[in-house]
């Protein structure tokens, strides 16, 4: 019952497979036709000689035409036959490999965009522009924003450098910041003790009348609350409480176009020292330097007036 | 067997030569491949009919290569092609099931 089933089944797809690549207009289906049609004629030719009868044939071929399959894809599969068509098969089947391997490459590298249609393609465009502009203009807004902050960035640092410069500048003044400028160095010899306090706050008063704006006398910074006194036992000064001996050295930046003159006047502090056996010399320079500091005092009572 | 070494060179170079392919062939070579691929299923189903005749495999290859190409092409042009590349890829689909299942029928008699 199965072996007559089979053929039944067989002759079914048989009909099946014909129509079905045989609507398809294709050479093959029609080639395969004829050569099935003449490989059935080959076929039977000597299933007619051996059995004889179509029924034996018939029982015979599901049994022989499966393993006939195998055979023949051994066959072909192993002994390599080197002809024309086997090459030229494999010419074609290299290209479809090629293909192939091509295909899936792209597809993998190049997501959804390679195979793309026009209209996805055009929408896709549509969508990165937008973007693009929606890009651009938040570029924009932080580029400005960016300005913004640099500017403002540059003033405060601006603020600072002026900030900095007034506070050096008040330092100078204040004997907190060594000072340096063209100027005049005076310097007193006094061998027999007779300059005081009071010579050399003459002195100081004729420089600072001249424009003097940073002085040192030895090693002691010269400032607003600077005072001098005498050393009680013996010569020598004391100025803001330091000791303070002969020769004076008065380092004075200003200029010292001006500050020459002042003390040369008739009658000026150079001549009084004189008239105390005291040798007064000044020496003008490009370049002097104020290097002794003044210890601020922290103010006690007073404290800016608002503006 | 020098057949199915072709196919495998072939898939070796397109893998490590990764030749650059030209844009106006670009969306006729999934098609195309589909194509041979049925071609090519059709032709192992031949063979194992022992009807397999090479100078029709090359002939129903490269047609139904160019006839898969042309169809996207009109398509293309008609504003359909996504459509009846589906189309094409479905009954291409429909025939190599059916080529391997007759393959199937005679390599494992079931």
């Given at each position: 019952?199965?072996?007559?089933?089979?053929?039944?089944?067989?002759?079914?797809e048989?009909a099946?497979?014909?129509?079905?690549s045989?609507?398809g207009?294709e050479?093959?289906?029609?080639?395969?036709?004829v050569?099935?049609?003449?490989a059935?004629?080959?076929?039977?030719a000597p299933?007619?000689?051996?059995?004889?009868?179509?029924?034996?044939?018939?029982?015979?071929?599901?049994?022989?035409?499966?393993?006939e399959?195998r055979?023949?894809?051994?066959?072909?599969?192993?002994?390599?036959?080197?002809?024309?068509?086997?090459?030229?098969?494999?010419?074609?089947l290299?290209a479809?490999?090629?293909?192939?391997?091509?295909?899936?490459?792209?597809?993998?590298?190049?997501?959804?965009?390679?195979?793309?249609?026009?209209?996805?393609?055009?929408?896709?465009?549509?969508e990165?522009d937008?973007k693009?502009?929606?890009?651009q203009?938040e570029?924009?807004?932080?580029?400005?924003s960016?300005?913004?902050?640099?500017?403002?960035s540059?003033?405060?640092?601006?603020?600072?450098?002026?900030?900095?410069?007034?506070?050096?500048?008040?330092?100078?003044?204040?004997g907190?910041?060594?000072?340096?400028?063209?100027?005049?160095?005076?310097?007193?010899?006094d061998?027999?003790?007779?300059?005081?306090?009071?010579?050399l706050?003459?002195?100081l008063?004729?420089?600072?009348?001249?424009?003097?704006?940073?002085?040192?006398?030895?090693?002691?910074?010269?400032?607003?609350?600077?005072?001098?006194?005498?050393?009680?036992?013996?010569?020598?000064?004391?100025?803001d409480?330091?000791?303070?001996?002969?020769?004076f050295?008065?380092t004075?930046?200003?200029?010292?176009?001006?500050l020459?003159?002042?003390?040369?006047i008739?009658?000026?502090?150079?001549?009084?020292?004189?008239?105390h056996?005291?040798?007064a010399?000044?020496?003008?320079?490009?370049?002097?330097?104020?290097d002794?500091?003044?210890?601020?005092?922290p103010?006690?009572?007073g404290k800016?007036?608002a503006? | 067997?020098?057949?199915?070494l072709?196919?495998?060179?072939?898939?070796?170079?397109g893998?490590?030569?990764?030749?650059?392919?030209?844009?106006?062939?670009?969306?006729?070579?999934?098609?195309?491949?589909?194509?041979?691929l049925?071609?090519?299923?059709?032709?192992?189903?031949?063979?194992?009919?022992?009807?397999?005749d090479?100078?029709?495999?090359?002939?129903?290859?490269?047609?139904n290569?160019?006839?898969?190409?042309?169809?996207?092409f009109l398509?293309?042009q008609?504003?359909?092609?996504?459509q009846?590349?589906?189309?094409?890829?479905?009954?291409?689909?429909?025939?190599i099931?059916?080529?391997?299942?007759a393959?199937?029928?005679?390599?494992?008699r079931?």
């Amino acid at each position: 019952m199965s072996e007559e089933r089979e053929p039944r089944e067989r002759e079914e797809e048989a009909a099946a497979g014909e129509p079905e690549s045989g609507p398809g207009a294709e050479p093959e289906a029609g080639a395969e036709a004829v050569a099935g049609a003449g490989a059935e004629e080959t076929g039977q030719a000597p299933r007619g000689g051996e059995g004889g009868a179509v029924a034996a044939a018939a029982s015979r071929e599901p049994v022989r035409l499966p393993s006939e399959g195998r055979t023949r894809l051994k066959a072909a599969l192993w002994p390599p036959r080197v002809s024309r068509g086997q090459l030229v098969v494999a010419l074609l089947l290299f290209a479809l490999g090629l293909a192939l391997a091509i295909q899936v490459r792209s597809t993998n590298d190049h997501s959804e965009l390679r195979g793309a249609r026009q209209e996805d393609l055009v929408r896709i465009l549509d969508e990165l522009d937008d973007k693009q502009q929606r890009l651009q203009s938040e570029k924009t807004q932080l580029e400005q924003s960016l300005a913004q902050l640099e500017n403002s960035s540059n003033q405060a640092k601006e603020a600072q450098e002026q900030t900095r410069k007034k506070a050096a500048e008040l330092g100078v003044l204040a004997g907190t910041e060594k000072a340096t400028g063209p100027g005049i160095v005076l310097t007193i010899d006094d061998p027999q003790g007779q300059v005081k306090a009071d010579m050399l706050l003459d002195t100081l008063q004729e420089l600072r009348a001249a424009g003097a704006e940073a002085i040192q006398i030895n090693d002691v910074r010269v400032v607003a609350g600077t005072y001098f006194t005498d050393n009680s036992s013996g010569g020598g000064v004391r100025i803001d409480g330091k000791s303070v001996s002969q020769p004076f050295r008065f380092t004075v930046v200003g200029n010292p176009q001006d500050l020459t003159p002042a003390l040369n006047i008739p009658g000026g502090v150079v001549r009084s020292l004189e008239n105390h056996q005291a040798r007064a010399t000044i020496v003008q320079q490009q370049k002097v330097l104020v290097d002794a500091l003044a210890t601020p005092k922290p103010l006690q009572y007073g404290k800016p007036a608002a503006k | 067997m020098i057949a199915v070494l072709g196919l495998v060179i072939g898939v070796i170079v397109g893998v490590f030569v990764q030749p650059e392919v030209p844009n106006a062939v670009v969306p006729y070579l999934p098609i195309a491949v589909v194509a041979a691929l049925d071609a090519v299923f059709g032709g192992v189903r031949a063979m194992l009919d022992g009807i397999f005749d090479d100078k029709v495999f090359v002939v129903s290859f490269l047609s139904n290569v160019v006839v898969a190409a042309l169809i996207v092409f009109l398509g293309d042009q008609l504003g359909v092609g996504s459509q009846l590349s589906t189309g094409v890829v479905v009954v291409l689909g429909i025939r190599i099931f059916s080529n391997a299942a007759a393959i199937r029928r005679h390599v494992f008699r079931a």
